[in-house]
């Protein structure tokens, strides 16, 4: 009997499909492109645009693909975006050396600039765009094609 209970419902699965998958990341499609950083504030930092050009700081977004350049380095990584939340929340998953990292965020775009504000490291997403203590804004520009 079990094992004609097992096999129907193993029957059923495959019929629907994978039901059990997850559902694709969303992402906001006016993210993609390459943005160049340009100034960062809040939490102990403050980088100017000449500071973070002489770095070659950007953020690469394709479609739920994450790119982090900086100093002639490049790390890969994902997000995903919610827009049905005001501001914006932006989860970004970097990996280095082998090892995950997320960092939280909220995001608004104005014409060419991404603004992000986010912990200075890893910890909860800001409710505000505000530099605090723990939480800084970075700007950057959208790369002219």
């Keep these: 009997m ?19 998958a997850e559902e694709p990341a969303k992402v906001d499609p006016a993210l993609n492109g390459r943005w ?3 100034s960062a504030e809040g939490a102990g930092v403050k980088r100017t645009r000449e500071e973070l050009t002489a770095t070659k700081a950007a953020f690469v977004f394709e479609n739920g693909t994450l790119t982090v350049e900086r100093f002639g380095q490049t790390r890969t990584g994902t997000y995903s975006t919610v827009q049905t939340e005001e501001p ?26 991404l603004i992000l504000c986010h912990p200075k490291n890893e910890g909860d997403r800001p409710e505000e765009f505000a530099k605090t203590d723990t939480f800084l804004i970075s700007t950057y520009e959208r790369e002219a094609k």
């Design 2 to 20: 079990k094992l004609l209970l097992l096999s129907a419902a193993m029957a059923v699965l495959a019929l629907s499909g994978n039901c059990l």
């Design 36 to 38: 160049l950083a340009v």
């Design 88 to 113: 914006q929340q932006l989860d970004l998953v970097v990996t280095v050396n082998g090892q995950e990292h997320p960092l939280k965020a909220i995001y608004k775009i104005e014409k060419e600039t």
